[in-house]
């Protein structure tokens, strides 16, 4: 973590660039503060979210992102926040810990009075009568230090391996369904005999539960989420029922391929209780799904610091099918080929909680992979025809089966629709880039095509106008020869946007063509390749280094690939997921299951300061009466809750819920002047501030 002095205040910097800036007035440095180190303890937020680094100073005024904002009294545990309202809220004399729960964590320990108001949807204010000390404390959830597990490459190693991923969890109570409390677990070698590291084995020999499977790969990889986020020991015995042991008893659970589906089904159970009991525990949020504890009869209070073993017993014998449609769709969807070379990224993805599911897949014929583009295309009734295949390499797609999810992956062989394919080495490349906290984000534009000129030159603009905010490094280049090309990809870049051509030689350059097989290793974070038929191209230079990047499959023309790439950047610079960007994205053109994500699509570059991108769909009523339909979704950070800033309760929502609000022109109109996001309305695709321009003219 990096703390850097701004014009505006101290601006935090974890190891990913997540980003979090703290405005102050009459800010001095130095000088006696109270503790936030005795104060976090008293709240019971020591052993959880302890600051990675503390400042002390005198202020008059802090300002922060308007996100999710308690105020504790550090002696009473009295809970004052905004909530959806904009104050002033006065808050009396005492000693108080600020929680702000942005992409990077922050904490301020102060004693009142205090004021505390939303001068607008951008900021958060706490102002005190006189220049008061301060403790500010800064936290992320980034961890590149995991123990490593040696396993024999066997179904019971395997087993072995499953039983020791529980260890990178944070806390035992409810509290582990916030993503920050579900740190990875450990990393898995292969060798003669097990070795566990004794404190991965302290963490993890009191597990309660068992789950006892048959030894076959089959069982292991769809049974891990829930091993892992239940706390259990994983076993295998020849000839087993699939079966659940815990103290309450022992449940049997149906064979493949009905296994996945039941465990899957155990994992979402489990998972969605702890986020409505922890409302009974210190970060509570007044969450509007809490209602659904007195209809199944669970008790939070007794529940919420519960052995996990026993609020697993106890979520399974309650009717929480009476109330599961009421919450989200689950998140992501992992088919995964169940090979030993896939063990390993298991440690990746787990901490995530996906569905893992063995990858199943049917041919696909041109045909249908046409009619599959134009229905997702006429659902968004917009954009012209497609072009004729060129000169491009060819593709073979398959159908994968996908398990539920609003988000998939496809670990395994073929090239799939409606998932993005990964590979195991885009999960061991992500700590590559975790050594330039405080570095400026960097990003290099390319154009290789003087067509497409335009795409370009707006592509570039929208980086620059984020970059002040999110300190991007932005670099231009044109007509790149392929030696050029060559380094720009060898050389340590954030995102790589290629615009012009690829052929089956490789990226079209001024001299020839840059083959990415030829590249000694590829240091580009994340790339977009711009260009017909580039996603042979893109899957090598996630197997050269890079963790995710855009692709095409075939041939698009040239307006199509402008109108995909110019909302692809400014999605990217706005907090969203590589695989949520270019869905929104591609949908925008007739051929848009031509482009694809390959590599981890659940990465994130530059993290909004809202901490998620929103999805807004916005519809016509008539007499100056809309419907805003707002929806958050974060595949990468599941188990987080936030509140709409249309709404007028004080509840918080969890990630992945839609909110629908009826709300008169001059509302939308403010609304959109801050939003800052994508917003479908009338079948097409808009950003914010030009919708706003454009009602503003109806």
């Known amino acids: 973590m990096k703390i850097e002095t701004t014009d505006e205040g ?9 980003t979090l800036t703290v405005r102050t007035e009459g800010w001095t440095p130095g000088g006696s503060a109270p503790s936030l180190h005795d104060a976090l303890g008293a709240v019971g937020l020591e052993d959880t979210r302890t600051p990675d680094v503390v400042l002390s100073g005198v202020v008059d005024l802090l300002g922060f992102p308007p996100v999710y904002a308690p105020i504790r009294e550090v002696d009473t545990g009295e809970v004052f926040e905004l909530g959806a309202g904009t104050g002033p809220l006065s808050i009396p004399d005492g000693a108080y810990v600020l929680h702000i729960g942005s992409s990077v964590h922050a904490y301020v320990r102060f004693d009142g009075p205090a004021t505390v108001e939303k001068p607008d949807y951008e900021r958060f204010h706490v102002r005190f009568p006189e220049s008061t000390a301060v403790s500010i404390g800064f936290s992320t959830g980034i961890q590149n230090d995991t123990e490593v597990v040696t396993v024999p490459r066997t179904p019971a190693g395997v087993a072995e391996a499953l039983s020791a991923f529980p260890a990178g969890h944070r806390t035992a109570t409810a509290d582990r369904s916030f993503a920050t409390m579900r740190g990875r677990p450990p990393r898995v070698d292969f060798g003669e005999t097990l070795s566990v590291p004794p404190a991965v084995r ?26 892992h986020y239940v706390g259990a020991r994983v076993d295998v015995e020849p000839g087993a029922t699939p079966r659940v042991e815990t103290p309450g008893g022992v449940d049997e659970l149906p064979a493949f391929p009905e296994f996945q589906d039941a465990v899957g089904e155990l994992l979402e159970r489990t998972f969605y209780l702890d986020c409505v009991v922890r409302e009974s525990g210190p970060y509570a949020s007044d969450l509007g799904l809490a209602s659904v504890l007195e209809e199944v009869g669970v008790d939070a209070d007794a529940l919420y610091a519960a052995p996990p073993a026993e609020r697993f017993d106890a979520y399974r014998a309650v009717p929480f099918e009476r109330v599961a449609d009421r919450f989200p769709d689950w998140h992501l969807s992992m088919s995964i080929a169940p090979r030993y070379e896939h063990v390993p990224t298991l440690s990746h993805l787990l901490a995530n909680v996906p569905h893992v599911r063995i990858a199943e897949s049917a041919s696909l014929a041109e045909t249908e992979w046409l009619d599959n583009s134009l229905d997702d295309f006429y659902r968004a009734d917009a954009g012209p025809a497609r072009a004729a295949p060129g000169d491009v390499a060819s593709v073979e797609l398959v159908q994968p089966e996908l398990g539920p999810g609003r988000t998939h992956g496809w670990l395994a062989d073929g090239v799939p629709i409606d998932a993005f394919k990964t590979l195991p080495e885009a999960y061991e490349n992500r700590t590559r880039y975790l050594d330039a906290a405080g570095e400026p984000t960097s990003v290099v534009a390319i154009l290789n095509d003087g067509e497409m000129r335009d795409e370009h030159a707006e592509v570039a603009a929208l980086y620059r106008r984020r970059a002040e905010a999110l300190d991007l490094d932005v670099s231009l280049r044109e007509n790149l020869a392929v030696d050029e090309l060559a380094t720009v990809f060898e050389s340590r870049h954030d995102l790589v946007h290629y615009i012009g051509h690829c052929e089956r030689e490789g990226l079209r350059c001024a001299d020839g063509y840059l083959s990415a097989s030829s590249l000694a290793e590829s240091n580009a974070q994340t790339f977009f390749l711009n260009a017909c038929g580039s996603y042979h191209e893109g899957i090598e230079l996630v197997r050269k280094g890079s963790v995710a990047g855009g692709v095409t499959f075939n041939e698009v023309l040239d307006s199509q690939a402008a109108t995909v790439g110019t909302m692809f950047a400014r999605l990217m610079v706005n907090g969203f997921s590589i695989e949520r960007a270019l869905d929104k994205s591609r949908r925008r053109i007739m051929t848009g299951k031509d482009y694809a994500v390959v590599g981890d699509g659940t990465h994130v570059l530059t993290q909004s300061e809202d901490f998620v991108g929103a999805d807004i769909q916005v519809d016509n009523l008539g007499d100056d009466r809309y419907r805003v339909r707002y929806f958050m979704d974060a595949p990468w950070i599941t188990g987080g809750a936030f509140r709409s800033y249309l709404q007028e309760t004080n509840e918080t929502h969890l990630l992945g819920e839609t909110l629908e609000f009826t709300i008169d022109r001059a509302r939308l109109l403010e609304y959109m002047a801050v939003a800052d996001t994508a917003v479908l309305y009338d079948g097409d695709l808009h950003w914010s501030d030009t919708l706003e321009e454009k009602l503003g003219r109806e």
């Open 10 to 18: 101290l601006r935090a910097v974890d190891a990913a660039k997540n």
């Open 202 to 227: 302290d963490r993890t020999e009191d597990a309660d539960a068992r789950l006892v499977v048959p030894p076959d790969l089959e069982y292991l990889f769809p049974v891990a989420p829930l091993a």
